[in-house]
Each structure stands twice: as structure tokens, then as C-alpha cells.
């Protein structure tokens, strides 16, 4: 580990939550990181803090987002539910990464509180992970099974139901089948992103929005979606955005149903590549590695 930039308050923390030995992910430390960076210049464009220190600020917040020190956030996931520990975590990183003069609370923390920032970040984490990561994966899973659907359009095999034989089917209407599947998955995950990018940052301590400027929460939503170009929005009503976390409930709830379908579609493909000589052997699987360490044939 690099020197040590957090203060008291995660010292005593991390004595006071000893549970897992497992952090925080490095993903949402980077949105904590940009959350502070940006609430920083929205303050200073407020007039609300000196340019000199939002400046500093901002600029530790960047490199706190970027990665460059994710070491520095040692304290155990399980921890208070509203995430203040990890808030005062990134508000001392950040701090003494400013320099001189620059207060965790009254500068790097100001115009919020551990409950509205939190889940901003856990939600703007998942929003940005989703979008980035997931759905890209998903798109090039569907196009892989819809081209496989068309090479395999004149293969005819035998449908089965309950794994007795049934009808003539082709390769290719199963894997379309697939493809669809997995559409149809993307379009669950999808329909859940509006809802999840839903901020509640400006509602402070309880939702009310005490000690913040009004205008706080849609300046540092305007820098955030400017910088990264996620769709991220103020909640229709605050204090359920804030009290309530039902919008990751029903992501989750879609990524499960997409495990499901992943899960089914791996199953089918095992059992149709099953044999060569005493399975179903319709399909060629890759021989990716030795299969039995006792067995020299087995693939």
C-alpha cells in the first residue's frame, strides 16, 4: 500500500467493522470519487466554495475515480447501512489529496450528506457497469446465436419434448429460439435503466435537501452525464429515491432472469454435444482441454 491518506474517522471504522475482510468494489469507490470531484465545481460555479479548493478538490476526486487509489478505501462492506464510513472514507482520501486548508466535511463534503451520496454511487456504479460492460456482452451474445441461426437453417434434427423425440425441427429454429432468449433478456435489462439512474443526490440527510443549494443536485447531475455520458436524472419523488433501493431490486430481478435463460441455453448445448458414441453427439463442441486426467480419450 502507498502512504496512508485516510484519517480518524476510517481508522475507527475499520476497528468498529471487522466483519468480512471484504471492501468495497472498486467500481463504486470510482463513483464516489467523481461524485466529490464534480459536487466540488458545482459548489464553486454556485459561489458557494473557493476556486482554488473546488479546483483541488475536483482534481483529487478525478484521480480518486480513476482507479489511481483504490487502495485506500480498506473498510468492510458490511458496515453502517447509510455508508457513512465509506463517505468519510473518500471524504479524507480526497481531502489530503487537496492539500492545505481543505476540510473532509466542510469542503469535500459540502451540500451533502452519507445518505443521499451513497447510493448515488452504488446506483450510478450499476448504471455505468450495465451500460458499459453488460449490455455491450449481451448484443454480441444474440448477433453470435442469430448468425448461428442462419448457418444452421437447413440442418434438420429431431425436436424432442421431456427428451423424447418429437417432430423435426432445424439447428437453426433452436438457436433462433436462443437469440431470442437473449433479446429478450437485453430488453428486461434495459427497461430497468431509467428507473436506476434515478439519483437521489440533493436530498441530503433525510430527502428534505437541508443545507444544500437548490440547484447543487442538477449541476452535478449535468456534469456527470457530460463526462461520462450515462442518462442520469432526479427522481420523481425523493424521499422513495432515497429511503429505497427497489430500482436495483428490479435489475437485479432481470439479471437473474437472464442467469436463468443463460443457464438453460448452456444445458441444451451440453446435452446435444453429449457422446461422441453414446449421447446425442448432434452437436461438435470445441476441444478446449483434457477432460479426465484418468481417461486419455476424454475431451
Known amino acids: 500500500m502507498s502512504e496512508q491518506l485516510w484519517g480518524g474517522e476510517t481508522t475507527k471504522a475499520i476497528e468498529n467493522f471487522p466483519v468480512s475482510g471484504e471492501t468495497i468494489p472498486p467500481s463504486l469507490v470510482k463513483w464516489l470519487g467523481l461524485i466529490k ?10 459561489g458557494l466554495l473557493d476556486a482554488d479548493i473546488a ?19 480498506p473498510i468492510d462492506i458490511f458496515q453502517t447501512g447509510s455508508g457513512t464510513s465509506s ?3 473518500t471524504n479524507e482520501v480526497i481531502a489530503t489529496l487537496a492539500g492545505e ?3 473532509p466535511n466542510d469542503h469535500v463534503n459540502m451540500g451533502q450528506s452519507s445518505n443521499d451520496v451513497f447510493p448515488s454511487a452504488v446506483h450510478l456504479a450499476a448504471l455505468d457497469q450495465v451500460t458499459h460492460d453488460l449490455l455491450p456482452a449481451m448484443e454480441e451474445l444474440a448477433v453470435a446465436l442469430e448468425t448461428k441461426a442462419e448457418e444452421f437453417k437447413d440442418v434438420v434434427k429431431a425436436g424432442r419434448t421431456h427428451l423424447m423425440d418429437a417432430v423435426p425441427v432445424t439447428l437453426g429454429q433452436e438457436f433462433g429460439g436462443y437469440a431470442s432468449q437473449v433479446r429478450h433478456g437485453i430488453d428486461r435489462v434495459r427497461g430497468t435503466l431509467d428507473r436506476v439512474g ?40 425523493r424521499f422513495e429515491a432515497q429511503a429505497n433501493r427497489d430500482s436495483l431490486v428490479e435489475l437485479s430481478g432481470a439479471l437473474k432472469v437472464y442467469a436463468v435463460s443463460l443457464n438453460k441455453i448452456a444445458n441444451d448445448l451440453a446435452l446435444m454435444g453429449s457422446g461422441p458414441r453414446t449421447g446425442l453427439a ?6 478446449l482441454q483434457k477432460g479426465s486426467s484418468i481417461m486419455p480419450g476424454k475431451v
Open 198 to 237: 434515478q439519483i437521489p443526490l440533493g436530498g441530503t440527510a433525510t430527502g428534505t435537501g437541508l443545507n444544500t443549494h437548490p440547484e447543487f443536485s442538477a449541476r452535478v447531475r449535468a456534469l456527470l452525464e457530460a463526462e461520462t455520458g450515462l442518462a442520469i436524472s432526479p427522481p420523481h419523488d
Open 87 to 89: 463517505n468519510m472514507n
Open 37 to 46: 470531484a464534480n459536487a466540488a465545481r458545482a459548489n464553486a460555479e454556485l
Open 282 to 287: 448432434e452437436l461438435h463442441l470445441p476441444e
Open 101 to 103: 486548508g481543505v476540510h
Open 55 to 73: 479546483d483541488r478538490i475536483a482534481r483529487a476526486g478525478d484521480a480518486v475515480g480513476s482507479g489511481e487509489h483504490d487502495d485506500q478505501f
